[in-house]
């Protein structure tokens, strides 16, 4: 596993949790039912990315390609800069 899966799977795990906090505080400010269902799923890829930060440390061999780990960054990158607008 090379610095740079190391780096995709960082960065996927500190947007999901950006992501599943903000969705979080939102459905306790506003108690709306699709924010729990947001929630829920912004939970789902948090805990993908907890699961790809444990295998840095128990596999020395990746289970996932690079481009899975690209792709599914950028499609958590793309969730919060539309949350951002």
Known sequence: ???WDVFLRVSFAGFA???ATVSVQSYVRHRERRFLLL???FGLFLAQGVW???EIATQPIS???TP???LNLAVL???YLALLR
């Open 52 to 54: 790809l930060l444990a």
């Open 39 to 41: 929630s829920a799923a």
């Open 1 to 3: 596993m090379g610095p």
């Open 63 to 65: 289970s996932v390609g």
């Open 17 to 19: 949790a950006i992501l």
């Open 68 to 70: 899975w780990l690209a």
């Open 77 to 79: 990158v793309s969730l």
